[in-house]
């Protein structure tokens, strides 16, 4: 009975630690632009005639060491991408694209961790 009791502190102290560890991104923004590395505001929609130009912000946590790509989609076509080193505990990075009229239509932004795998996926509407 003593060993079963030690293992399962083990194995909790184990999962949480791993936990703990996980790297994630806490924040994924559409915006209209950054201030002090922070976004102005929230953007889930935007007519062609209003904004030609829209940032992607994301705050990340536990990802040191990684490298982190934002990868923008439309069509199914990768548009744009740009990877940054992650280089602290917590990391802010964004990116902006400029849009032309002729690409409205639903605008997807993947956050893609070293090994591609994703971490975050947002989208919003060009319209």
């Known amino acids: 009975m003593r060993r079963i009791l030690i293992f399962l502190i083990f194995l909790n102290a184990f999962t949480f630690s791993q936990n703990a560890s996980a790297g994630e ?3 994924a ?3 209209i632009g950054i201030e002090s590395r922070e976004p102005i505001d929230q953007v889930d929609s935007t007519r062609s ?6 940032s992607f912000f994301t705050e990340l946590s536990n990802l040191e060491g990684h490298t982190v790509t934002h990868q923008w989609i439309y ?4 548009m744009f991408e740009k990877t940054f080193d992650v280089d602290g505990s917590r990391w802010r990075v ?3 694209k400029v849009f032309l009229p002729e690409w409205s239509g639903i605008w997807t932004v993947n956050v893609l961790d070293t090994d591609r795998s994703v971490l975050e996926s947002k989208s919003f509407e060009y319209r």
């Open 75 to 78: 069509n199914d076509n990768i």
């Open 94 to 96: 964004w990116t902006s």
């Open 25 to 27: 991104v806490t924040r």
């Open 29 to 31: 923004i559409f915006t």
């Open 49 to 54: 005639n209003s904004l030609t130009e829209i």
